[in-house]
């Protein structure tokens, strides 16, 4: 069978993984991040190849994708940043750290800039709550975070690729050779 | 083992079966408690909080509907701490809600209406906007509309346990919640309006009766589709002479009130515009309308002419086998004593007699198995791997058997194990499936039957039955048969066994055995492996043959083919009358004069060529039908007949289940019941100069006729497996012949094998007429593997050619691909295929002349097409 969207390498982790659980379904939500991780985002043709190789339908991998906001289900930019609105993070003043990247970026919430290196979102608590503001991008935490310091980690991201300013990975294992 | 519990609801003691919930258990107390997620035919879910109840020594409300009973519980329904919690999910429901009652299908029959009513509050503490979702095109079915979802997965769990389509989704999450198809798109499915029925509320009603109606001006008829042999109880619902929906009631009738896509979207045809609703006849080459009192004098003269200068057997009948008990009865009656020829027959003939004589022959009785035996066999063995599209509520009986029974199901059929994105079917939730050749069914059983043989058969086995199987399996190999099914020695001898070593093995046959080649004799090899399995005569066992029209089991049994009289009384072989096809070859000779058709249409369902020979012969053709075909435009009297819908009298279904159809509405038009027609004829046909017919009294009601037919059984109604089981099987280990032939190998040549067989969306030709079920397929396709179609680079919707080996006919077709499909396989459903069924060979059987015509090797080739 033919994969319309997968790569061979996603596929095949996949199914590596299938060992490791009692049935074929249990495996979705792994399936959706080597999805997400092979394309960026969870596309729908790749959630038909997940269906495929699931034995599911197509609606069942979809039902399962949209509950969760840490599936993207539109392509994203380079650097998927993602606000936490949650209580701790929205007292110290979440709200106007989400305001400045709006301005600086010239985005709204959900939206990608022009030249694909940003998208921003507001998402729950991402267990940080102690040193809000924060933020993540990619697979990186910035905290405490400023005006200031949010400039400063977009200059970095753009003309670098990384900035000093990451915080963790004490709550992130490490993940190596991942995007 | 029954371990009841007994537990106090409302200070009312009640006694319950253990593992019974608390709000089932409070309405045996009489107290319904308000719900949404619940259902009777859903595990728990417990999602809405509305059920909630107090349990004392419980610190908080408790969710009723997931809640088991256990001893001593006491419950409290309506306890203000109840109540108020209950008001709060109203609020919450109501603050999101659009309160369209007036314009809301469901408005009359919805919950949240009634518990509104009784627990919500005046007013509402929300503020907020109410949410919106844009409306979206979710197919021509059924309508969508997620503002009054109260997103209790109802319908999302319906179609996954109990339909097994996974069509329907939950998404997004919060007061965003909404249910749908994949990614937004429209809804693809077995479109078995489950989901319409089930929802609470007015979020997913049908698209096919939008606005049509208020729910409370709807007269309700309790019937029985017509549809499939399946016997479903379902509900009319009219306004006056209209149908506007179907319904069916959970727990209600053999089906359990689940329906499939024809018994709930298929009552247009009822009301079509083309139906007949006037007798007509042909004078002088003039069409003319005439009375019933002219049409019914026309029809006596003719069949008296024909009985005066040829005799009596120059008359025969053919009859549907979608018409009642009563008018087969009557019919035969017409046909035998009124007119005097032997030669009758019904649609039976197109299959389900193979499995009627053949299990009458060996067990004395065709009724083996119910749908209770799917529930408690163990292990069931099924050469039907497309009984989701001919029979679905058969079809969801296996399937709860191995959901919810833990039953083991090994599955035959020419099908690969996967399915079709949203159709569910049978290989793909097999224990273990055998896929086979095409037209190797046959070459199985053989394969089983020896596995079993040489494995354990059972001790029970008559003896010299046990021989004479041994004898004509003699000398063939499994190789032999492995090149005939591509199924090896194994895969025979571990499936043979699981059958045979279970405690209760039942055995499920359709149509491609049916109407395989020499259906009847692979019946009997059928009846024998079930033999010396041991699998028969005990509760969970048995044969069960799938029958496709609602009526063919019932049309045996009351005397419709030419060789039983009413109550399955066998005549000898040279009392027999004609079979369809004789009768047609008979008329061609010039031996039969007169045919008297009652919705059958040979020119459709036999050899075209043939059949229109033959009625040009015919001095007299009555045609009594729903619909005009194309044999009653040959016709010299059409007598218009009345659909299920419009009479009352008797269906049996396939497991010879005999069930009750009323008048919903009248017949349309001047059309008639048919057996009212039947006793008029009857009636007619005595009379003379001494007797005029109008001092005959006809039969006053459906239940005369029934109560004569069952008079006319000398065995009694109904004949049952019983103590006469092991005497029938004696006498016929005695006289059996059993013979096995070494099978011829399945030689692929680079052709493609096609099927011509039946969608899950149509019944024969009249769903054609119901523009429920023409919306989901209305024209002939052909249905190809993935792969074979990117070999030979074809796209879906592409036109392709088929032509069939020796013939130099060919005809154009769409693809669509199919999963499901063998590779090298096609697959074309019949009900706009006669252009196909043309070019197919055409044989019929040995023993019973059932014709077959479904398959054939056939080219297939892209058209070029030039742009
Ligand atoms: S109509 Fe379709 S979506 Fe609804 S329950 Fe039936 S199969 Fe599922
Ligand atoms: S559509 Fe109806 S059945 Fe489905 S979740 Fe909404 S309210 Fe419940
Ligand atoms: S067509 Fe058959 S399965 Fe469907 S509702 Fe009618 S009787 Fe039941
Ligand atoms: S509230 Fe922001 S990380 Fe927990
Ligand atoms: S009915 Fe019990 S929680 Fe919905």
Known sequence: MKYKALSKEAVARIEAELPKYPDRRSLTLPALRIAQEDLGYVSEPAMIDIAEILELTPIQVYDVATFYSQYNMKPVGTYLVQVCKTLSCALVGAASIVEHLQKKLGIGIGETTEDGFFTLKVVECLASCGSGPMMQINDRYYEQLTPEKVDQILSDLKEQGKSALATGPFMLPALQGQK | MSSRITLKINDQEVTVEKGTRVIEAAKLA???????????????????????????????????????????????????????????????????????????????????????????AMTSPFGETKRTFEKTYFGPLI??????????????????????????????????????????????????????????????????????????????????????????????????????????????????????????????????????????????????????????????????????????KAVGGIISAQCTNEEIYLFQKLMRESVGTPHIDSGARFGYINAIAALTDVFGTARLSRYEDISEADCLLVFAGDMTETNPITALKVKDAIRNHKTKLFTVAPYHRKRETYISHLPHLATQHTEISMGSENAA?????????????????????????????????????????????????????????????????????????????????????????????????????LAKESNAFGAVEMGGTPEFLPGFQSLKKEERGYTALEMI??????????????????????????????????????????????????????????????KSGRFTNHEGETQ?????????????????????????????????????????????????????????????LGSKMQESLAAYAARANVTWLAPEPFVKNGAFDLQVGQSLFHSGK???????????????????????????????????????????????????????????????????????????????????????????????????VST
């Open chain 2, 30 to 120: 009489g107290a319904e408690i308000a719900h949404f997620c619940y259902h009777p035919k859903l595990k728990p879910d417990a999602n809405c909080r509305m059920c909630l109840v107090e349990i004392e020594k419980m610190p908080k409300l408790q969710t009723s509907c997931s809640t088991e009973v256990s001893e001593g519980m006491v419950v409290q329904t309506a306890s203000e701490k109840v109540l108020d919690a209950q008001k709060g999910v109203m609020a919450f429901l109501l603050g999101n809600h659009p309160l369209d009652c007036p314009e809301c299908d469901q408005g009359g029959e919805c919950q949240l209406q009634d518990f509104a009513h009784q627990y919500g």
């Open chain 2, 143 to 312: 309508e969508k509309e997620m503002n009054r979802c109260v997103s209790c997965l109802r319908c999302v769990r319906y179609c996954d346990e109990v339909i097994g389509s996974n069509a329907l989704g939950s998404m997004n999450r919060g007061s965003m919640h909404e249910v749908g198809a994949f990614a937004q798109q429209e809804l693809d499915c077995e479109f078995c309006g489950g989901c319409i029925q089930i929802c609470p509320v007015g979020a997913l009603t049908s698209r096919v009766s939008m606005f049509d109606y208020r729910t409370w001006q709807l007269k309700k008829t309790e019937t029985v589709c017509n549809y499939c042999g399946d016997g479903c109880t379902l509900t009319l619902e009219t306004v006056d002479e209209d149908i506007k929906r179907v319904s069916s009631e959970t727990g209600v009738g053999r089906n359990g009130g689940d329906l499939c896509a024809r018994g709930f979207f298929g009552y247009g045809a009822v009301n079509h515009e083309s139906r007949l609703t006037r007798p007509r006849i042909r004078l002088n080459n003039n069409d003319l309308e005439v009375t019933w009192e002219w049409a019914y004098q026309t029809v006596t003269d003719g069949l008296k002419a024909a009985i005066q200068t040829h005799g009596p």
């Open chain 2, 445 to 545: 059983i053989l394969g089983f039957t020896k596995a079993i043989l040489e494995g354990t058969p059972s001790p029970h086995t008559p003896s010299d039955l046990f021989e004479k199987i041994k004898f004509a399996v003699n000398g063939i190999s499994f190789d032999q048969i492995e090149s005939a099914t591509g199924v090896s020695e194994q895969a025979f001898k571990d499936i043979g066994a699981g059958f045979a070593n279970a405690e209760r093995g039942l055995i499920i046959v359709g149509r491609s055995i049916l109407r395989g080649i020499e259906g009847y004799q692979s019946m009997l090899r059928l009846a024998e492996l079930s033999i010396l399995s041991g699998q028969v005569g005990r509760p969970g066992t048995g044969i069960l043959a």
């Open chain 2, 585 to 646: 070859d008979a008329a061609a000779r010039g031996e039969i004069k007169a045919l008297y058709l009652v919705g059958e249409n040979p020119l459709r369902s036999l050899p075209q060529k043939r059949v229109a020979e033959a009625l040009k012969q015919l001095d007299f053709l009555i045609c009594q039908d729903l619909y005009p075909t194309e044999t009653t435009a040959l016709a010299h009297v059409v007598l218009p007949g009345a659909s299920y819908a419009e």
């Open chain 2, 660 to 720: 009750k159809i009323r008048e919903a509405i009248d017949p349309l038009g001047n059309a008639k019941p048919d057996w009212q027609i039947f006793s008029t004829l009857i009636n007619k046909m005595k009379t003379t100069e001494k007797v005029p017919y109008q001092k005959l009294l006809g039969y006053a009601s459906v239940d005369a006729v029934w109560k004569e037919a069952v008079m006319a059984m000398p065995q009694g109604w109904p004949v049952l």
């Open chain 2, 766 to 864: 009249m769903s054609t007429y119901a523009t429920g079920l023409t919306t989901l397929q209305d024209k002939m396709m052909v249905l190809m593997h993935p792969e074979d179609a990117e070999r030979l680079e074809i796209e879906e919707e592409e036109l392709v050619q088929i032509s069939v080996e020796g013939s130099d006919a060919v005809i154009e077709l769409p693809v669509k691909y199919s999963k499901k499909l063998s590779e090298g396989t096609l697959f074309i459903s019949e009900h706009f295929a006669l252009e196909i069924k043309k070019m197919l060979p055409f044989t019929t059987d040995s023993t019973t002349g059932v014709p077959y015509g479904d398959r054939g090797r056939v080219s297939l080739a892209k058209v070029r």
